[in-house]
C-alpha cells in the first residue's frame, strides 16, 4: 500500500509562486510513476504533471513553462513548483502514484492518491 500526503496549498494573487508537497509512504515500488492531477469545481479532474521512474517528464500544455515536477527520492517526497500561477489554476491538486510505468496524464491509470491540497489564485 502506498500512503500520499500533500501540502503546500494556499492562496496567493496571479504572477505569484506557490510549491506543493507530496510526502509518500509504503511500498516504495508500487509508487515508480507519479503525477500531479488538480480538480476544479464543477469540472473533470485533470492531469498537471508526471514524473515516470524511467522516461520523459510529461506536462498538460496548460502549464508548460509554468510549473516544475520534481522529486526527492531520499526524502520520499514529490514537489510541484507552479510560478506564474492564473486565476484558471485555482483547484484541489492531488498527487497520484502508480506501481506500473506510466508516462500519461489520465487519471485512470493510477491507483494510489492523497487527499489533495487546494490552491486559489485571485486575480
Known amino acids: 500500500q502506498v500512503q500520499l500526503v500533500e501540502s503546500g496549498g494556499g492562496s496567493v494573487q496571479a504572477g505569484g509562486s506557490l510549491r506543493l508537497s507530496c510526502a509518500a509512504s509504503?511500498?516504495?515500488?508500487?509508487?515508480?510513476?507519479m503525477a500531479w492531477f488538480r480538480q476544479a469545481p464543477g469540472k473533470e479532474r485533470e492531469g498537471v504533471a508526471v514524473?515516470?521512474?524511467?522516461?520523459?517528464?510529461n506536462y498538460a500544455e496548460s502549464v508548460k513553462g509554468r510549473f516544475t515536477i520534481s522529486k526527492d527520492n531520499a526524502k520520499n517526497t514529490l514537489y510541484l513548483q507552479m510560478n506564474s500561477l492564473k486565476p484558471e489554476d485555482t483547484a484541489m491538486y492531488y498527487c497520484?502514484?502508480?506501481?506500473?510505468?506510466?508516462?500519461?496524464?489520465?487519471?485512470?491509470?493510477?491507483?494510489?492518491w492523497g487527499q489533495g491540497t487546494q490552491v486559489t489564485v485571485s486575480s
Open positions: 497520484a502514484a502508480d506501481r506500473a510505468l506510466v508516462t500519461g496524464l489520465e487519471a485512470r491509470q493510477y491507483n494510489y
Open positions: 509504503g511500498d516504495r515500488y508500487s509508487r515508480n510513476s
Open positions: 514524473i515516470p521512474w524511467l522516461g520523459r517528464i
